[in-house]
């Protein structure tokens, strides 16, 4: 029902930048909480930073100050500005939206993930 689409993950040097993209696409009411999340080999999944629809934003410490993520209501679009990155920085990086699907009392929710897009930062 939500579809996810992310983009603008590649290869940079270190303390170079990166804009990822999510659009969400489908059939749904709303989307609600936005988060990015990633995947280092042999590690396990971890959130990046979230926000709501209302644009209160949530960050992993290993990311403050250097990560900024945003989002679009009307494109029903999510973005993650990385700068200063690291190699530790290096992982799929994963949107994920929440959603209502309808309205109501109460509604009908769905969790979305996108299909990951890699980020690979070169010392």
């Known amino acids: 029902q939500v579809q996810l689409v992310e983009s603008g993950g590649g290869l940079v040097q270190a303390g170079g930048s990166l804009r990822l993209s999510c659009a969400a696409s489908?059939?749904?009411?709303?989307?609600?909480?936005m988060g990015w999340y990633r995947q280092a080999p042999g590690k396990q999944r971890e959130l990046v930073a979230s926000?709501?629809?209302?644009?209160?934003?949530n960050y992993a410490d290993s990311v403050k100050g250097r990560f900024t993520i945003s989002r679009d209501n009307g494109r029903n679009t999510a973005y993650l500005q990385m700068n200063s990155l690291k190699p530790e920085d290096t992982a799929v990086y994963y949107c994920?939206?929440?959603?209502?699907?309808?309205?109501?009392?109460?509604?009908?929710?769905?969790?979305?993930w996108g299909q990951g897009t890699q980020v690979t930062v070169s010392s």
């Open positions: 994920n939206a929440g959603a209502y699907i309808t309205p109501g009392i109460p509604p009908l929710v769905s969790n979305s």
């Open positions: 926000i709501t629809r209302d644009g209160t934003t």
């Open positions: 489908g059939s749904f009411f709303s989307i609600n909480t």
